[in-house]
């Protein structure tokens, strides 16, 4: 392909990172237009959003206290895996306690800690189609099968849970829910949860639960954490404060064995977690320190703030892409910060497949679109709506004058004289 594209035969190959590098890179200077990126999850590109004092003056205070400049445990402060706990607990059910949690940099060590735990011969792993590539990746490099199943666009990106029981053999470890979805921006009701809870229990598998965008949710369902099943499954929970505070640079995550029942005790799973984190580093120790204020300080006006931007911004996308006929979203996002579209190829007269439209929608308007291939599925696009409104209503401008220039006329209906 031009432009120096990349092989994408398959969604293991590439990451995210990857293929936006690769696109930046395709780029036409020359037209002198400001690049619009909607490609990559990170919210802070955007003056819209950004931290609060509370958060940054708790960092502050860490460093000038001059108490954390040292090491730190290798499964993190006390202090911080306390907070955290107390954090989580508060809609759980149950009490979390500080050994239930594990201090990581940011949420995809989390991710790799998890998978590495679990690997063992012949292990296959369940993650959603579409989902988020570093799954595969890791799963790589521990020798662990990735057995796909696929999310429903129509009702509301729901796991296909009659494709989960078809997949589950007696070497399945778990299966990875992502909710609030990334790249999907869907939200689980409760009732979905349970589903899932119950098929993971038919089948003996304990549940990933990928809660990055955890509390992000603007529609009809509220977050509801998958720990709340943690008596009926034994669950591995995975966060950060990433998203919801708008620091993603931070790399401060956790690991929570969300297991009132203890069964990872008595599977020694919590051995093999902690001698892991023997071996591998966690965030910066004055970070760490920052958290129990953070948690506790930060108010609720700030959270409500962020979610009201991302609804604006999100049915900026919905209007928008109404107006462009080679795209089509089947669900309105109700949480995260991304959403699938479905791309019309057959629309447009000189481009293949997803790879290819956003390669020379990079070229030909600076616009940044994420290739559904990279998330697994073909002719689809990731579109981040955590942008500011303005660059949004701007992005979707040009892509309809992409559009127009690459559609297929429509055949004449008169008859020639």
């Not at 432009?3 to 200077?29: Q, R, Y």
């Not at 409760?190 to 990928?210: N, P, R, S």
């Amino acid at each position: 392909m031009e432009n120096g594209m990349m092989n994408m035969k398959t969604p293991t190959n590439v990451t995210i990172k990857g293929i936006l590098g690769a696109l930046m890179a395709s780029i036409d200077e020359e037209k002198k237009k400001r690049v619009i990126s909607l490609g990559m999850g990170d919210p802070t590109a955007y003056s819209c959003f950004t931290t609060n004092t509370v958060v940054q003056n708790s960092v502050v205070h860490t460093l000038e206290t001059q108490k954390f400049n040292g090491y730190s445990p290798t499964v993190g402060l006390l202090q911080t895996r306390k907070a955290i706990s107390e954090y989580l607990s508060i809609n759980l059910p149950y009490k979390l306690t500080e050994d239930d949690v594990y201090i990581t940099a940011g949420c995809t060590q989390a991710i790799e800690v998890a998978i590495s735990i679990l690997a063992r011969p012949n292990a296959n792993i369940l993650v959603p189609k579409p989902g988020f590539p570093i799954y595969e990746l890791c799963a790589a490099f521990r020798n662990v099968e990735i057995r796909h199943y696929d999310l429903v666009p129509d009702k509301g990106w729901e796991v296909d849970l009659e494709a989960v029981d078809a997949l589950t053999d007696e070497n399945t470890v778990a299966i990875v829910i992502i909710n609030p979805g990334n790249p999907c921006g869907n939200v689980y009701s409760y009732q979905h949860l349970k589903k899932i809870a119950e098929t993971a229990k038919k089948h003996k598998i304990l549940i990933v639960a990928d809660e990055v965008y955890g509390h992000l949710a603007f529609g009809e369902n509220p977050f509801v954490p998958m720990g709340v099943f943690g008596s009926m499954v034994p669950v591995l929970t995975l966060g950060s404060l990433s998203k919801r505070w708008l620091v993603p640079g931070w790399r401060l995550g956790w690991l929570v064995t969300t297991d009132p029942n203890g069964i990872f005790k008595n599977t020694k799973t919590v051995e093999r977690i902690k001698k892991y984190f023997d071996i591998c580093g966690g965030p910066a120790t004055f970070i760490q320190a920052a958290v129990p204020r953070i948690l506790e300080d930060t108010k609720e006006v700030f959270f409500t703030k962020t979610l009201c931007t991302l609804k604006q911004t999100s049915d900026i996308c919905v209007k928008k892409i109404k107006e462009i006929p080679c795209l089509t979203c089947p669900q309105h996002p109700q949480g995260a910060m991304a959403m699938m579209v479905k791309l019309n190829v057959s629309l447009l007269k000189d481009i293949s497949d997803d790879i290819d439209f956003c390669f020379k929608l990079a070229k030909e308007e600076s616009v940044i679109l994420l290739p559904g291939l990279t998330v697994g599925l073909k002719n689809w696009v990731r579109i981040t709506f955590a942008a500011e409104p303005s660059s949004l209503e701007e992005a979707f401008d040009r892509i309809k004058t992409f559009y127009k220039r690459h559609c297929r006329q429509q055949k004449s209906q008169s008859n020639p004289i």
